[in-house]
């Protein structure tokens, strides 16, 4: 059974910084960031497989990034110049495969919400 526990959400200004967490406990799988905006598709923001490639959507390239503490079986996403149309609940996810897909993830964290305000 695997295990995604989110934090660091919050309310910031545009052009802010947030860094969210995702606690991971169980088999190691590839590991996605999603977003969803009520009324709209969830959508895949950035993916790490368990090799290290990164791969990430058109709209957070060059001020997301992604990284992984393997001791502490968390990863990481680093929001940097955030803008209102960042604001939405974000969720960690693993699954088998290195993709930005949302139906190919199996485990699904509990969400953080984050807020940018203009």
């Known amino acids: 059974q695997v295990q995604l526990v989110e934090s660091g959400g919050g309310s910031v200004q545009a052009g802010g910084s947030l860094r969210l967490s995702c606690a991971a406990s169980g088999y190691r799988y590839s590991m996605g960031w999603f977003r969803q905006v009520p009324g709209k598709e969830r959508e895949g923001v950035a993916a790490?497989?368990?090799?290290?490639?990164?791969r990430y959507a058109d709209s957070v390239k060059g001020r997301f990034i992604v990284s992984q503490d393997s001791a502490k079986n968390t990863l990481y996403l680093q929001m940097n110049n955030l803008k209102p149309d960042d604001t939405a609940m974000y969720y960690c996810a693993a699954g088998p495969y290195f993709v930005l897909e949302k139906s190919r993830y199996n485990y699904w964290g509990q969400g953080t919400q984050v807020t940018v305000s203009s």
């Open positions: 790490r497989a368990s090799d290290g490639r990164i």
